[in-house]
């Protein structure tokens, strides 16, 4: 058994970016546990989200997967890359339907995680949120997503500040990327300027530099991820 080097959980460890993350923890010799609705193969434990029960059913539901699966031990840091999109404005049929979905995929999942934080991470571990960087504006067309995203923003600069109930020397982070090369995006926007979307391994390897205090940026930041051909900077927001 080779030595476990460190230990993370990602939430939404089967989507694209998640799995990503997996991958990249996995291949430094770290213990990676994923939360999802379904299991990542790669990941030494597996906690799978139940989307019917409520946010509260969710998370005791989540906690107890975790308490059980990790007894005393603590983690060097948890990364919330669960999510999803969905459009439409206000006259839209599914306007409300469409915000409850961005509610529960962005929201539910960042409260959660960062309730996980406060039991299970290290002091000076790290929390990775995503949020978005169009959600820094008004967002007409997208109204639910930028409103769900809007709140992480928010969240993150609350669980930086003191009495979060976060451990000590723990870093905040979220991320707001534009578009993301994943295969999805790749299918449904076939003829869009790949040019400027962020390769996974971009941010992959950005969790991973936190992960060994390389970088790391100020707590409570937020940090747009540009891509301008091909290439990749972080503006903090």
């Known amino acids: 058994m080779a030595t476990v080097l460190g230990r ?3 939430y939404g460890g089967k989507g694209a970016l998640g799995s990503a993350c997996v991958s990249q923890f996995k291949s430094q010799n770290w213990w990676v546990g994923s939360i999802d609705m379904k ?3 790669q ?5 799978i989200v139940n989307p019917e029960n409520d946010w509260q059913k969710q998370q005791t539901d989540i906690l107890a997967q975790v308490k059980d699966k990790l007894k005393d031990e603590k983690v060097d840091g948890i990364i919330c890359v669960a999510g999803g999109w969905a459009g439409g404005n206000a006259a839209n049929k599914d306007f ?3 915000s409850d979905l961005m509610w529960k995929q962005s929201v539910w999942s960042s409260i959660v995680a960062a309730n996980i934080a406060a039991e299970y991470l290290k002091e000076g571990g790290f929390l990775t949120l995503t949020g978005a960087k169009p959600a820094l504006k008004g967002t007409p067309g997208m109204i639910g997503y930028g409103m ?5 923003h ?5 669980l930086a500040d003191k009495d979060s109930g976060l451990p000590t020397n723990s870093l905040v982070a979220c991320i707001l990327p534009v578009t993301l090369d994943t295969p999805m995006n790749r299918k449904w926007m076939p003829k869009a300027d790949t040019s400027t979307w962020t390769p996974l391994d971009f941010v992959s390897n950005l969790f991973w ?3 060994q205090n390389q970088d790391r940026p100020t707590n409570g930041s937020l940090l747009q991820l540009i891509t301008k051909d091909n290439k990749t900077e972080l503006i903090t927001a």
């Open 8 to 10: 993370v959980i990602v």
């Open 39 to 41: 299991p990542n193969e």
């Open 43 to 47: 990941a030494d434990m597996n906690v």
């Open 96 to 98: 409300v339907k469409n």
């Open 148 to 152: 769900a995203k809007a709140a992480v």
């Open 154 to 158: 928010q969240l993150t600069k609350s």
């Open 209 to 211: 530099k936190w992960s």
